[in-house]
């Protein structure tokens, strides 16, 4: 069944200035990156996706639902990881955190426990755990694990490797590979996501290129160098 997120003509400003201004994209590949140097528009882009955040003009739906007004449909149709795991956990123990979105979604909070559970059928030992007492690779599994509960039609994630050490680089890489969902990424990295069946490269709130990342990464990775050679030290 085909699953696609629809930006149509949007326009969004924040306390900084404008980000988008008639932006349009259509996504419906089963693995979608996005790249660009920071402030580009990425992460506003990834908020406004999953219903975080609301444009001022235009409209963003997903598999036909408007995530900025149907927040119960949006809960079931996109989740998002952050970059920062701590700025995603609320609750002090694993199986809390893991429960809450489940009780969100209309589960009474027993059935939504034993969900829970489930998610952790491999880490059985981590349900009573402090959730600060992880690693930082380790909270952003739980976050992922939280997500995949839901079961949701697209899962975001922005920058997912940033400030994980490679072991838990890779763990997350994998899991990513072998979800049965569409996926979004936002990413410094490229090599990551050379794999992926689309690559988006934004600049200042625009696209300068969009297809292939065999295509569009070795452009981009061209820009990269040239604006570090042309920078002073």
Request: aromatic share 6%.
């Given at each position: 069944m085909s699953s696609t997120i629809d930006i149509?003509?949007?326009?969004?400003?924040?306390?900084?200035?404008?980000v988008f201004d008639g932006l349009s994209l259509s996504l419906s590949e089963r693995r979608v990156a996005v790249v660009g140097r920071n402030g580009s528009g990425k992460s506003s882009l990834l908020r406004l996706i999953a219903g975080l955040a609301v444009p001022q003009a235009g409209?963003?739906?997903v598999n036909g639902i408007d995530v900025a007004r149907d927040r119960r449909g949006a809960l079931d149709t996109?989740?998002?990881?952050?970059?920062?795991?701590?700025h995603q956990i609320i609750f002090p123990t694993v199986i809390e955190e893991i429960s809450f979105?489940?009780?969100?979604?209309?589960?009474?909070?027993?059935?939504?426990?034993?969900?829970?559970a489930e998610?952790?059928?491999?880490?059985?030992?981590?349900?009573?755990?402090?959730?600060?007492t992880l690693s930082q690779g380790q909270r952003q599994m739980v976050c992922l694990l939280a997500i995949l509960a839901m079961a949701?039609?697209?899962?975001?994630?922005?920058?997912?490797?940033?400030?994980?050490?490679?072991?838990?680089?890779?763990?997350?890489?994998?899991?990513?590979?072998?979800?049965?969902?569409?996926?979004l990424t936002v990413t410094h990295d490229p090599a990551r996501v050379r794999g992926y069946d689309r690559v988006i490269w934004l600049e200042q709130g625009q696209v300068v290129a969009?297809?292939?990342?065999?295509t569009v990464l070795p452009a981009y990775g061209a820009e990269m160098e040239r604006l570090a050679r042309a920078a002073p030290c």
């Open positions: 149509r003509n949007i326009t969004f400003t924040r306390e900084a200035g404008r409209r963003v739906t996109v989740g998002i990881l952050f970059q920062n795991p701590d979105g489940l009780e969100q979604q209309g589960m009474t909070r027993p059935a939504a426990r034993a969900r829970a998610m952790l059928a491999d880490r059985p030992d981590w349900a009573e755990r402090l959730c600060h949701p039609r697209w899962i975001l994630f922005d920058e997912p490797f940033a400030s994980l050490d490679l072991p838990s680089t890779l763990r997350i890489e994998a899991r990513i590979a072998a979800l049965p969902q569409n996926v969009d297809g292939p990342p065999g």
